[in-house]
């Protein structure tokens, strides 16, 4: 083998490697392709996850909120109704409803607990009515 041969075989060794090189980037390029777009899609797959779990969370709570209407007007139509005059508004309200008031009015205006007298005595006799 002469020097000239060896040099061939040197330049045919360098020109392979080249290639190889070459070859290995193209793969690389394409594999970072790749792996961007499923980046993407999973980006993509998470927001919509994200999404879905958002409008399941607002799709429990209007059911709940719907529930407890419908369990209100249910419990309305099933209870005796009474009707309750406060200046020129009627309200329709069930002895259940006419006692939380009873209630409430003696939390805040019996005389026990600091409240007004005549206050309370009002409305005693606006809601004893309602309780016949």
């Given at each position: 083998m002469t020097d000239h041969d060896s040099a061939r075989g040197i330049e045919n060794d360098a020109l392979w490697l080249q290639n190889?090189?070459?070859?290995?980037?193209?793969?690389?390029?394409?594999?970072?392709?790749?792996?961007?777009?499923?980046?993407?899609r999973q980006a993509e797959t998470e927001r919509a996850q994200n999404m879905t779990i958002a409008n399941l969370a607002d799709a429990g709570r209007?059911?709940?909120?719907?529930?407890?209407?419908?369990?209100?007007?249910?419990?309305?139509?099933?209870?005796?109704?009474?009707?309750?005059?406060?200046?020129?508004?009627t309200i329709d309200l069930t002895p259940a409803e006419v006692s939380a008031i009873r209630k409430a009015m003696a939390r805040l205006?019996?005389?026990?607990?600091?409240?007004?007298?005549?206050?309370?005595?009002?409305?005693?006799?606006?809601?004893?009515?309602l309780e016949r």
């Open positions: 190889e090189l070459n070859e290995a980037l193209k793969t690389i390029r394409s594999l970072r392709r790749q792996l961007n777009k499923e980046l993407q209007e059911q709940v909120v719907l529930r407890r209407e419908r369990d209100m007007w249910r419990k309305r139509a099933e209870g005796n109704l009474t009707p309750f005059h406060v200046g020129g508004l205006h019996h005389p026990d607990t600091g409240g007004d007298a005549e206050r309370m005595k009002a409305w005693n006799a606006a809601l004893d009515p």
